[in-house]
């Protein structure tokens, strides 16, 4: 529920220029860039408080020296990162699945057989060699 609210549009551009301190202009460029997707609304862009947060990472790194390319690829190394580590955190449950599931196997199994062992007391081998017979 909070992400549909996160991405939910709701700004006008005047808002999201005011909420950012950026020129409305410069939030069109960055849509035509494809840093930014805001939806339509009646021919009118709305934007999220995921495109306001998009906005401001935008900032930071252009800020900190980044062209708009730089702050394209950032991005999308950073939208990577965050799939990979979805991905991640997904196999990681899978594997922990996994892992229980073998380890409740193991212990019916184990129970299961248990009660058809007979216990073998460990006795020594001794080999015997056949008797030579004896010549006269």
Known sequence: MADEQFDRPVYVISVVAELTAMHPQTLRMYERRGLLSPRRSSNRRMYSAHDVERL???QALTE???NLAGVERVLQLEEHLAEMQRDLERVQAQLIDAAQ???DEVERVERAHRHD???VRRTA???LRPER???R
């Open 117 to 119: 062992l007979v216990p």
């Open 133 to 135: 017979k004896r010549e």
């Open 125 to 127: 081998v001794v080999a």
């Open 101 to 103: 599931r073998m380890h």
């Open 56 to 58: 401001r990472r935008i």
């Open 64 to 66: 900190v020296g980044l």
